[in-house]
C-alpha cells in the first residue's frame, strides 16, 4: 500500500469507502446508533423524567405524570438512572473496559522492558487495542455523568471529588500512551531507542498510579463497605485487569496473526502468562474473602449472588479456562480459554460492583452502620436491574473500541509485526 511520510510515520493512502465503510465500521456505527437509543432513554428518565414533589401534587393531584411519577417512586428500578439506586451496569462495563485496557498497555511496557522480541514486534498493535478500550471506557462513564450540568463542574469545583481526580489522570495518561503508540510506529529509530527504557520505566509507573488511582475512587465511596475493605484494592485491580488483558490479547492474536510466523510464539507467551495471572487471581480472591465482611462473604457464596458466582465467574475464570492452557502446543486452545476469561472477567466485575451495593454497610469505624441515601434502610439485599438504556450504552462502547481500532488500523497497518532492532 502506498503511504505518506509524515513526522516519521508511513500513513496509508487509504480510500474514504475503504477507510469508513468496510464491514467493520459498519458493526461500529450500528452498535453507536444503538447507544444513542440509549442515550436517549437514559437522558429522557434521568432529566426529563416526571419528578413527584409537594408542588406538583398540589397544583394538579390528578394529572397523569403525577400519577406516573408515583407509580415509579412505588415500583420503579431504573439502575443508574437514578442516581439514589445503586451503581448497575454502565459502572461494570466501565471498570471492564478501562481496567482491562490498561492492563494491556501496562503489559505491554513491561514486556518492552524485559524486552521480550515477539511481544516488542507486534506492541504497536496491542496498544491501540489497549487505547481503545481505554476510550470505550471513558465512552460509558461519560454517559453516567450529569453533563447537562457539566458546567457546575468548573464554576464550583470540588477538587476532593472523584471527577476531579479522574480528569488530571487522563489527561496525561492518554496523551503519553498515544505518545507511546507514537514511538512505536515512527521511523525515527535512534531517537526511539534512545527513549525507550525512560518511557517504559514511565508507562508502568503512569499506570499504577492509574490503577491506584481508581482503587482510591471506589475507596472514597464510604457508603459500599466491600470497597472500602477490600484488601490491597489497588493489586487486585491489577491482576484482575492482567487476566481480562491477556484473554483480549489471545483472542486479537488469533483474529490478526493467525497465519503468520509470529502466531505461536505469541500464543504460547499469553498462555505461560495467562496461567501465572490465572493463579494469582485465585489466591487473592481467597484472600479477600477471608478479610472482607462476613455478610457480604455470605451473599456472594451462598446468597442471590451465588450462581452468578460459581457458574459464570469461577467456572470461566478459573476452571475452564485452566483446563485448555495445561496442554502447551496447542494455540486454539489458548484462544478457547482466552473468551473464558473474557466472559469470567466481565462477570466479575459485575459481581464486585452490585456485591459493593448488595448489603448494609460495616461498622468500620466502631460507631455502627455507615448510612447514605437509601442505605439508611437496614436491608440485607439491595439490587437494582440495569435499566434497557444502559444496556444499549454497553453495546455501544464496543462501538467506540472498533472504531478507535479501525482508524489506526487503517491508517497505519498497526496489526502488521515490526522489526525495532
Known amino acids: 500500500m502506498e503511504t505518506i511520510a509524515f513526522a516519521g510515520l508511513d500513513i496509508n493512502k487509504v480510500s474514504i469507502k475503504k477507510m469508513f465503510f468496510n464491514k467493520a465500521m459498519l458493526l461500529a456505527y450500528f452498535l453507536l446508533f ?9 437522558f429522557d428518565l434521568r432529566y426529563f423524567g416526571a419528578t413527584l414533589n409537594s408542588h406538583s401534587a398540589g397544583m394538579d393531584p390528578t394529572s397523569p405524570e403525577l400519577k406516573e411519577a408515583m407509580r415509579q417512586a412505588i415500583f420503579g428500578s431504573v439502575g ?51 487505547v481503545s478500550m481505554v476510550f470505550a471506557g471513558l465512552f460509558t462513564i461519560t454517559t453516567d455523568l450529569h453533563v447537562l450540568n457539566g458546567q457546575w463542574l468548573f464554576l464550583t469545583p470540588n477538587t476532593e471529588s472523584a471527577i476531579w481526580m479522574m480528569m488530571p489522570l487522563y489527561l496525561v495518561y492518554i496523551p ?31 499506570d499504577f ?19 472500602t475493605e477490600f484488601p490491597a484494592l489497588t ?52 484472600i479477600a474473602y477471608m478479610s472482607v465482611d462476613e455478610d457480604w ?14 457458574v459464570g465467574y469461577v467456572l470461566f475464570t478459573f476452571v475452564l479456562s485452566l483446563l485448555f492452557i495445561v496442554k502447551p502446543g496447542k494455540p486454539m486452545l489458548t484462544v478457547v480459554a482466552s473468551i473464558f476469561v473474557i466472559l469470567g472477567g466481565y462477570i466479575g466485575r459485575i459481581i464486585f460492583v452490585y456485591g459493593g451495593n448488595a448489603v448494609p454497610m460495616s461498622n468500620r469505624f466502631g460507631t455502627g452502620f455507615e448510612k447514605k441515601d437509601m442505605y439508611g434502610v437496614t436491608e440485607s439485599f439491595i439490587y437494582s436491574s440495569p435499566h434497557l438504556g444502559e444496556v444499549l450504552i454497553v453495546l455501544g462502547s464496543v462501538g467506540v473500541a472498533l472504531i478507535t481500532y479501525k482508524l489506526f488500523d487503517g491508517l497505519f497497518s498497526v496489526g502488521i509485526s515490526r522489526d525495532h532492532s
Not at 444503538?34 to 437514559?42: F, P, T
Not at 481480562?244 to 502468562?273: C, I, N, W
Open 235 to 286: 493489586f487486585y485491580f491489577i491482576v484482575s485487569s492482567f487476566v481480562a488483558a491477556l484473554g483480549v490479547m489471545g483472542v486479537y492474536t488469533f483474529l490478526v496473526h493467525r497465519s503468520k510466523s509470529e502466531y505461536q510464539p505469541l500464543m504460547d507467551l499469553v498462555r505461560h502468562a495467562l496461567f501465572v495471572a490465572i493463579i494469582l487471581l485465585g489466591v487473592f480472591e481467597f
Open 176 to 206: 503519553f500512551v498515544l505518545f507511546e503508540i507514537y514511538l512505536l510506529l515512527t521511523n525515527k529509530r535512534a531517537l526511539a531507542r534512545r527513549l525507550a527504557l525512560v518511557i517504559v520505566l514511565m508507562s508502568i509507573g503512569i
Open 80 to 130: 443508574e438512572i437514578n442516581r439514589n439506586l445503586p451503581w448497575t451496569a454502565l459502572i461494570s462495563n466501565y471498570m471492564f473496559m478501562l481496567y482491562t485496557g490498561s492492563g494491556i498497555i501496562f503489559l505491554v511496557a513491561l514486556a518492552e522492558l524485559m524486552k521480550v522480541k515477539a511481544v516488542e514486534k507486534v506492541a504497536v498493535g496491542y496498544m491501540v487495542v489497549g
Open 297 to 310: 462473604t455470605n451473599l456472594i457464596l451462598f446468597g442471590p449472588f451465588s450462581s452468578l458466582y460459581f
Open 209 to 227: 498510579i492509574e490503577y491506584y488511582i481508581q482503587a482510591s475512587l471506589f475507596a472514597m465511596n464510604t457508603a459500599r463497605h466491600l470497597w
Open 34 to 42: 444503538v447507544a444513542v437509543i440509549g442515550l436517549y432513554q437514559v
